[in-house]
Every structure is written in C-alpha cells, then in structure tokens.
C-alpha cells in the first residue's frame, strides 16, 4: 500500500530536548516536505526536497532542520523545541510533477506538544 | 502577497443536503487549485486539481468550480452523508517554480443526521 509514515504520532516534549519526528514513503518519490498546521492558520511549509541530499527552506523554517540522505526518509529535526513549536506536523510526498501539477500525498501527522 | 481564503468557516448541513464552499485567491502567478479533505486527526487527501483551463472538475458527489478572471473557486458537496464531515482545504500553486503551494485555512463541515 502506497503510504506515508511518521513517528511519532504524539509527542510531549519540554523545552530544549532535542527530538526528531520521521518520515518514511513507499512511493519512490523524489519529492518531500514538512508543514505545520496550527488551529486557524493553513498549512504552512517547513523545509522541502527536491531529491537525496536536495533541501531547501519554505516560508517558517526557523528553529527546524532536516536531512535527505536517503529518498525515502526525510526526518524533522528540532534541536531545542520550545513551546511556539507545539503544533501538529504532517510529512508529504510527491514525484516531481507534484512539485506543479501532480498529487501530493500526506501522511497521517504528528502532534508536538513542547512543555 | 499570496493568500487563499476560505468561507465560511464551518457550516453545519443535514444529511442528504447539498452545500457549496468557497475559495478566493491572491496567488500569482497561478499555476493550479486543489482541494483536499482532511477528517479529524488525518492527514489530508486529494479530492481535485484544476489548472487555468478547467473551469469545472468532479470527483464523486464532489464538483470544483475555478473563475480564474475572478480568482474564486468553489466545492460543491451534493446529497451529503455523514462522511463527508471534515475540513476541506483550498489550495493554490504558483507557477514558475516548485511546489509553492498556499493553503487556506480550511471550512469544517459538520453533517448531522
């Protein structure tokens, strides 16, 4: 089944613990990118990837990093959460042509809490 | 600046009722629309994409509108089910470059029974 996994799903967290949220897809995609969700706002764009080794940031990238090592991962690392990173995170994947036209598929979210 | 706004922001419909969504847009340089449905605790998922020729697409009992002279778009739902309960979310790609998509902030609609 064609899917995109993160882990964890919840988290609570406390100010300052460095802590990475993965994601994984099974589609061959080259294509991937983290946004947050927070109650009253659209999704908004973390970092994406064009392809292994391949980043860049989007529009609220500050406090976050990530790494393409490999195609199908893309984890989400925070060095030192704080409380304004609380937020429900979602991987999402694509092949290139999603980057314009294509689908992008989502995975099911992470909820962050940072105490 | 690019922005995608949505009405309203929830609605309530009973069962078997239609209702329309709205979607309005500053983006530019247009590239596509797409909305998504999202159910509560999943990610969302892909109900059409429209590019500046389509006026009209459907999926299911889903029908998307796009005015691209007037930059608005609309979802319309027919003959509702309980289902259907969910966020749905506009968005619109710019052209020209990658992936710059703009999400709204989505309706969240309730159908009772």
């Known amino acids: 089944e064609a899917q995109v996994t993160q882990n964890p799903r919840y988290l609570i967290t406390v100010t300052g613990k460095k802590l990475t949220v993965t994601c994984s897809q099974n589609?061959?995609?080259?294509?991937m990118s983290w946004y947050r969700q927070d109650p009253g706002l659209g999704l908004r764009q973390i970092y994406y990837?064009?392809?292994?080794?391949?980043?860049d940031k989007g529009d609220v990238p500050e406090g976050y990093k990530v790494s393409r090592k490999e195609k199908r991962n893309f984890p989400l690392i925070l060095e030192s959460p704080s409380p304004n990173q609380t937020s429900l995170y979602f991987c999402?994947?694509?092949?290139?042509?999603?980057?314009?036209?294509?689908?992008?598929?989502f995975g099911e979210g992470s909820r962050l809490t940072v105490l | 600046k690019n922005q995608v706004e949505q009405s309203p922001q929830s609605l309530i419909i009973l069962e078997g009722k239609n209702c329309t969504l709205q979607c309005n847009y500053t983006v530019s340089p247009f590239s596509n629309l797409r909305w998504y449905k999202q159910d509560t605790g999943r990610g969302p998922v892909s109900l059409t994409i429209m590019t500046f020729s389509e006026n009209t697409k459907s999926n299911g009992r889903y029908t998307a509108t796009l005015d691209a002279d007037t930059k608005q778009s609309s979802l319309h739902i027919t003959a509702s089910q309980l289902s259907d309960s969910a966020s749905y979310i506009c968005?619109?790609?710019?052209?020209?470059?990658?992936?710059?998509?703009?999400f709204g902030a989505g309706t969240r609609l309730a159908v009772h029974p």
């Open positions: 999402a994947s694509s092949d290139t042509r999603g980057a314009n036209t294509g689908e992008l598929f």
């Open positions: 990837s064009m392809n292994v080794e391949v980043t």
């Open positions: 589609m061959n995609h080259e294509y």
């Open positions: 968005v619109v790609s710019t052209a020209g470059g990658y992936n710059k998509l703009i």
